[in-house]
């Protein structure tokens, strides 16, 4: 019955750590995201783009991937310029050992208040060293393409 008991609390104690290990995860991956949907609020497209992992891949709807963190910070150089305003809504972050995914909406909007784009996003990030870095990102946009501004 001992032992029972001791197999019992090991595998509880395991399980709230893994718990507790994917809530620090999904913790540091929202606030990742504040980060950058502060800089492209600011204008920085670099401070926008350093979440991104150097060999990252950004797939935008109805266009080819984007391959490598300056593509992608070059791709977002002009909403940057222009003041646009990114906000993220993250909906669920799973956890698996160095990768997690995670899943959410988005909104962008011009510098005067108007919507003009919205959608749905897939991220795939890996940790690499004491920072997660994204390596994947799927963003599908939910307005028609002779909507786009």
């Known amino acids: 019955m001992k032992r029972f008991l001791s197999v019992l609390m090991f ?4 399980g709230a ?4 290990q994917n809530s620090s995860v999904e913790e540091i991956i929202k606030e990742n995201g504040k980060t950058m949907t502060t800089a492209m609020a600011n204008g920085d497209a670099e401070g926008f783009g350093m979440y991104f ?3 990252a891949m950004l797939h935008l709807s109805g266009n080819a991937p984007l391959e490598g963190r300056m593509a992608i910070i070059e791709a977002h150089r002009p909403m940057a310029e222009q003041g646009m305003k990114l906000m993220i809504d993250v909906e669920d972050v ?3 050992g ?3 995914t995670e899943y959410g909406s988005y ?4 510098p005067d208040g108007q919507k003009v784009d919205h959608g749905y996003y897939s991220t795939l990030w890996k940790k690499s060293g004491d920072e997660w870095k994204i390596i994947r990102d799927v963003v599908s946009s939910s307005v028609a393409p002779s909507q786009h501004k």
Do not use: N, P, R
């Not at 595998?11 to 395991?14: A, P, W």
């Open 107 to 110: 909104e962008i909007h011009s």
């Open 17 to 20: 750590g893994m718990y507790a």
């Open 94 to 96: 799973f956890v698996g």
């Open 53 to 55: 992992a150097e060999d």
């Open 98 to 100: 160095d990768y997690a």
């Open 11 to 14: 595998f509880t104690f395991l």
